[in-house]
């Protein structure tokens, strides 16, 4: 038998929050939820639903994370974002390996909602994920901007993909996917320019045609029709915009 600790991060997630942790009610042990102060009811609902509430300045999403973990009292981590849900299905999926796991980790299909329609191409979907894992053989890495699971050196990590999707409840408007883009934009192109990383500007022109052809030809974004557009503009925009301020940032 093996028990779970969820781990959520949260800023101002009020309208997603109860949600969240109600698919999470009879799946996992404890529901953690780690606040950057939230200046709306996210942390007095997640606490009425049963949550242990921790607060801290937000310095980055891996970092974040990987303080949730270290917060967990049991030593198998499931990572949930506050705009996901766990589907039925993946949650008889997890309920089922509780009783005897044969793995050290488990991945599970991103499907996104994206406006208030489901995007199932794009490269959005299905786009598997590691979020359930044994603490004592992996960890959620220390990194302010991206987020990732290593398993420990030395260790033989065994793998598999558990069946059901995490909902994922990405963006409600175009504009709100607008704020996202410049926000990571501007935490990846610093992480990126402090690392040496050097932009030409023919990959600057060139590297968000490629990711628009990429996401809407080849990974068939068109099937998603009038939405499935919109996401693979602002994919192809994010790119450029990246590259754009990582450039910028390496020249100062």
């Keep these: 038998m093996i028990f779970i600790s969820a781990c959520i991060i949260t800023f101002n997630e009020e309208r997603n929050i109860a949600r969240c942790i109600q698919a999470l009610n009879g799946v996992v042990d404890e529901v953690i939820v780690v606040d950057s102060f939230s200046s709306d009811n996210t942390v007095e609902i997640a606490k009425n639903h049963g949550a242990r509430v921790l607060q801290r300045v937000f310095d980055g999403y891996g970092t974040q994370k990987y303080f949730a973990q270290q917060q967990a009292q049991y030593s198998w981590i499931l990572s949930v974002d506050a705009d996901e849900v766990v589907s039925p299905m993946l949650a008889e999926s997890i309920k089922s390996i509780?009783?005897?796991?044969?793995?050290?980790?488990?991945?599970?299909?991103?499907?996104?909602?994206?406006?208030?329609?489901?995007?199932?191409?794009?490269?959005?979907?299905?786009?598997?994920?590691?979020?359930?894992?044994?603490?004592?053989?992996?960890?959620?890495?220390?990194?302010?901007?991206?987020?990732?699971?290593?398993?420990?050196?030395?260790?033989?990590?065994?793998?598999?993909?558990?069946?059901?999707?995490?909902?994922?409840?990405?963006?409600?408007?175009?504009?709100?996917?607008?704020?996202?883009?410049?926000?990571?934009?501007?935490?990846?192109?610093?992480?990126?320019?402090?690392?040496?990383?050097?932009?030409?500007?023919?990959?600057?022109?060139?590297?968000?045609?490629?990711?628009?052809?990429?996401?809407?030809?080849?990974?068939?974004?068109?099937?998603?029709?009038?939405?499935?557009?919109?996401?693979?503009?602002?994919?192809?925009?994010?790119s450029f915009v990246k590259y754009a301020k990582t450039r910028q940032y390496a020249k100062i």
């Design 98 to 238: 509780k009783e005897k796991s044969d793995c050290d980790g488990y991945e599970v299909a991103i499907l996104p909602n994206y406006c208030g329609h489901w995007i199932r191409h794009c490269g959005w979907y299905p786009q598997p994920k590691l979020r359930l894992w044994n603490k004592e053989k992996a960890s959620m890495q220390d990194s302010k901007v991206h987020e990732g699971i290593a398993f420990h050196e030395g260790t033989s990590a065994k793998i598999k993909r558990l069946k059901g999707d995490l909902l994922h409840y990405s963006y409600h408007s175009i504009s709100e996917h607008l704020r996202k883009i410049e926000t990571y934009s501007e935490m990846a192109a610093q992480a990126d320019a402090a690392r040496g990383k050097k932009i030409s500007l023919l990959k600057l022109a060139l590297a968000p045609q490629w990711q628009f052809f990429n996401d809407f030809i080849l990974k068939r974004g068109f099937l998603d029709g009038y939405w499935g557009y919109i996401v693979c503009k602002n994919s192809a925009f994010a």
